[in-house]
């Protein structure tokens, strides 16, 4: 059966109802002032990192403990009034870390909408050893509030997308790179990735990393490839993977990824057959945000894939499969 993101939204009358359907993690609300709106939950399930999106209707004490095998990314999107976590301000320019089975405690002033991104243990460990050079390793053990290092709205517009019908993937090649399109931006919010140099203990032949990157793309066409990925097949940290591209190419490694599969796409169509759709093709290269391809697919090339694809010069219109994504 074809995996597909378990997204559900979820609206309730009392506080109560909405704390009993929180995930991953447990605790107890207090409200401390009257409820003024509706208690909302939007809940995304990606495999291992699950995003909830929530309405508060009033304002409240919450405290809670992380359920054990799973980090949580929590920030405040927008609110009446102060917000606390463990007597640190939380505005919408902060973020909120917790580890694994500790205690933490919260209140606001007003009703106020939160995102919060639990990431199980496992998928936090393979996503730090590929960012062993950026990742705090003192992170693991310890829960802190912080300024945020990127702004949510990368995240907030990835969480849009999943929870579209037209975007939702259902392959599980398409639900993995949704997810991990989660977890990067996440964890961009969280620690800075910066662009420096490689330690001499660290450094590598760039020119060999490079290579190997690109024979590892080059045998991978057609497939869902991540940075994860080229950093395994060159044997480095993203770190000093991306120092490479940028030296090589003046882009990083994913965007020089975007950049191939969007013309291996683009050849893929100029090649395509009368059966073909767009949605067909693009599923082939792990694309799952159909609306967010067109748009750099028009960027880069100046016309819509399906355009390209359903352009008059190329199929009878009675030869054309219709219903597809621009």
Avoid at 54 to 64: D, S
Avoid at 142 to 162: F, H
Avoid at 287 to 294: K, P
Wanted: proline share 3%.
């Amino acid at each position: 059966m074809a995996a597909r993101a378990n997204v559900r939204v979820l609206s309730f009358p009392e506080f109560d109802q909405f704390a009993e359907s929180l995930q991953g993690f447990q605790g107890q609300y207090f409200i401390t002032k009257r409820q003024v709106q509706e208690w909302k939950l939007q809940i995304i399930d990606l495999d291992g990192v699950s995003i909830m999106t929530g309405q508060e209707g009033a304002a409240r004490i919450f405290n809670g403990v992380g359920k054990d095998h799973c980090f949580h990314v929590y920030f405040v999107l927008d609110g009446q009034g102060d917000v606390k976590t463990d007597g640190r301000a939380l505005g919408t320019s902060d973020v909120a870390w917790t580890v694994p089975q500790q205690a933490f405690h919260t209140f606001s002033q007003g009703p106020i909408r939160w995102l919060n991104v639990s990431i199980r243990a496992d998928l936090l460990q393979a996503w730090v050893n590929i960012h062993e050079d950026e990742f705090p390793r003192a992170l693991l053990t310890q829960s802190i509030v912080k300024r945020a290092c990127a702004a949510t709205a990368e995240l907030e517009r990835i969480v849009g997308s999943l929870s579209s019908t037209s975007a939702n993937p259902r392959e599980s090649a398409l639900r993995l790179a949704a997810r991990q399109s989660v977890l990067d931006a996440t964890m961009r919010a969280l620690v800075p990735l910066g662009n420096h140099d490689a330690s001499p203990d660290r450094a590598v032949n760039r020119r060999r990393i490079v290579d190997r990157a690109l024979q590892k793309l080059e045998a991978s066409v057609g497939d869902a490839i991540d940075t994860a990925q080229l950093c395994n097949a060159s044997g480095t940290s993203e770190r000093t993977l991306r120092n490479a591209f940028q030296a090589h190419f003046g882009v990083g490694p994913h965007n020089y990824v975007m950049l191939h599969r969007l013309h291996a796409i683009r050849e893929r169509i100029r090649r395509a057959q009368p059966c073909d759709s767009v949605t067909s093709l693009c599923s082939r290269f792990g694309i799952w945000d159909y609306g967010r391809f067109a748009r750099a697919y028009r960027m880069q090339f100046g016309t819509l894939p399906s355009q390209d694809l359903y352009g008059d010069s190329r199929w009878p219109r009675s030869a054309i499969r219709h219903g597809d994504v621009q």
